[in-house]
């Protein structure tokens, strides 16, 4: 698809209702088994919504995660998870964002969306001046060959969990701990570290309207979830909502 077909894509799509829930700072595991739980639970009117958080220090290895990437982990706890891909780090002054959305409803597929995000990550970083791109075969965010935001998706049923994770302003050494990614090597960055804004707080806002720009949603606040018992809600019936 060419960059008018796909901008074309996006303007057909109808705003959607989506919870948007910020979790603030929590541990890893809690928010993950919640995602889990909350997949299990939703059905065909279940509302999308979107989790943002910052996790405490935490490597987590993908479904095929290789425990030799993980090179002097030290003090941070490591988890092997459900989610594609191999090693990375989750810290302070990283935004992450979960997006539990329903592909089917979106008539999007697998590829589509991790562009999607892709996308919404390269159009934030527009903001302040800063070109990024894609690279082939290696998912994710990446300037100057620096990799400033990993993806690790996990699909199920149609409706997906886990995501993002975009290093906006943190300490990078534990990316020195682990090969990133899967890759020896590999550089990392940080939006700070590009000439961005110190703090977090400053591009959330930015992030997630280009995400809710790329998948048609209208992002309604919320309270953050119940992580021992992430019940879905009915997603509103009305004709806007009409798919």
């Known amino acids: 698809m060419g960059a008018s077909e796909k901008h074309a894509s996006l303007q057909s799509l109808v705003p959607r209702s989506c919870l948007l829930r910020d979790l603030g700072r929590q541990p890893y595991e809690p928010v993950w088994r919640a995602m889990q739980r909350f997949t299990d639970l939703r059905d065909d009117d279940s509302s999308d919504e979107i989790w943002v958080v910052e996790h405490d220090p935490v490597f987590t290895l993908g479904q095929a995660g290789k425990p030799e990437h993980v090179l002097m982990p030290g003090d941070i706890p ?9 090693v990375t780090y989750h810290g302070p002054g990283q935004i992450v ?13 697998v590829r589509e969306y991790v562009c ?28 100057n060959g620096a990799k400033v935001a990993a993806l690790g998706i996990r699909v199920r049923r149609g409706c997906t969990f886990h995501g993002l994770a975009f290093n906006a302003a943190m300490d990078l050494e534990p990316f020195g701990r682990i090969n990133p990614c899967g890759y020896a090597g590999l550089r990392v960055t940080s939006v700070l570290d590009l000439g961005g804004p110190s703090s ?15 998948f048609g949603l209208a992002l309604q ?12 809600v009915a997603a509103p019936t009305s004709s806007t909502q009409a798919a």
């Not at 959330?204 to 280009?210: C, F, Q, R, T, Y």
Request: hydrophobic share 45%.
């Open 78 to 86: 490591v988890l092997h998870v459900d989610r594609g891909g191999q």
């Open 97 to 109: 964002v979960y997006p539990l959305l329903d592909l089917r409803r979106l008539k999007i597929g």
């Open 116 to 143: 999607r995000i892709e996308q919404a990550v390269i159009d934030t970083l527009a903001e302040w001046n800063i070109h990024a791109a894609r690279r082939e075969g290696a998912p994710g965010v990446y300037v």
């Open 200 to 214: 977090p707080d400053a591009m959330k806002p930015v992030l997630l309207d280009a995400m809710a720009a790329q």
């Open 221 to 232: 606040a919320a309270p953050p979830p119940d992580l021992a018992d992430p019940r879905p």
